[in-house]
């Protein structure tokens, strides 16, 4: 029987799914019991997680889960990412990619691994940071440029900077922003200069390199192995070229913002990236002033506009509160950027 749950308000293709659910694992399509649950955590794409229930050959019951995600427009380049990254000393740094098929309305349904997490929120202790560092470590260092789907990532970055000012200007009109409005020049100078700030982000210590780029803590996921644990990336969206730090810093900003350990811990972080590639683990003035510029970047990026616009809207006071420290703290990096730059 196919007996399928509807995953909160995402509506499901059962068809399409069941047809993959029979093909990947070799059984009638009438004999599969399925069950799908839509996934917490992300922002644009619809992502379920579907739970498969058959006989195997010996007549024994088997359960097997993998994750559904649809994505659409540019988003669709997660599809090569997991092609490239199949092929690469990072495979093991992403879910396995177990089919992926076009659909009628030009979006593609990704079918995915699924990544059970050894804990629901391991980002308090540090070593969680420190793993996820190291992956990302190699995807800088193993991952291939040339593997890298291509995206005019300047551009739409311009694009997105520009939205950003228009909104904090706007927001900046009302009460409750009030304290946004001292960081208007700087947002201001920072958005203009933004292809200037990008060039010289990437230099020959910080080559422009493949980035997982969107790194932070809905996209990685601590999994037991053995007797250790290890990070899994998920979300491959943003892949991209350009400098490594881009993803350090946007890493070490979302957990920071979570957690007071690895806040309180964030050189230290920092440097136990640079010795996984290899590197002297001194953070210089210079290597701290290129770190602020790719904050600056990862602002412009949409993270400050998210946050702006939740603040704006949010339904509680909890909510607001958690929003406009996300601001401010985004703005205080913008400050910083905008003092190395000027
Ligand atoms: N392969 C996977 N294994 C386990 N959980 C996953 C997997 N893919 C996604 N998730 C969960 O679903 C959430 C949203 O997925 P994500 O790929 O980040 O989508 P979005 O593009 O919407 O951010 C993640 O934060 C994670 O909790
Ligand atoms: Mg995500």
Redesign the pocket.
Known sequence: MNNLAKGGRTPVDVRRLTAFAARHYGQDPGRLRITVQE?????????M?ARVRFLDPERRPRTAVF?I?R?AGG?IRELGAYRSLAGSPCARIA?QLLGAEQTRSGCVNLY??????FHPWPWADVKASELVLKRLATVHEALAPEKVPEWDYDAELQESAGTTLEILEEAALLADFTPVRRFLPSVRRLAAALPALRAQLVNRRWPRVALHG?AHT??A?IRRQGRSHSA?L??W?RIRLGSALEDVCSWLQSISFWEPEPKRRHDTLFRKYLTSRGMPDELTPELRELYWLAGASNAFAGALRYHVVRMGSAATRAERTMASAAVRDWLRILARADACWS
């Open positions: 996934l917490r955590g992300g922002l644009c794409a619809s992502v997680r994750v995600k994505v988003d879910p995915l691994e699924y990544i059970p997490s969107d809905g996209n996921i899994v998920l979300d969206s």
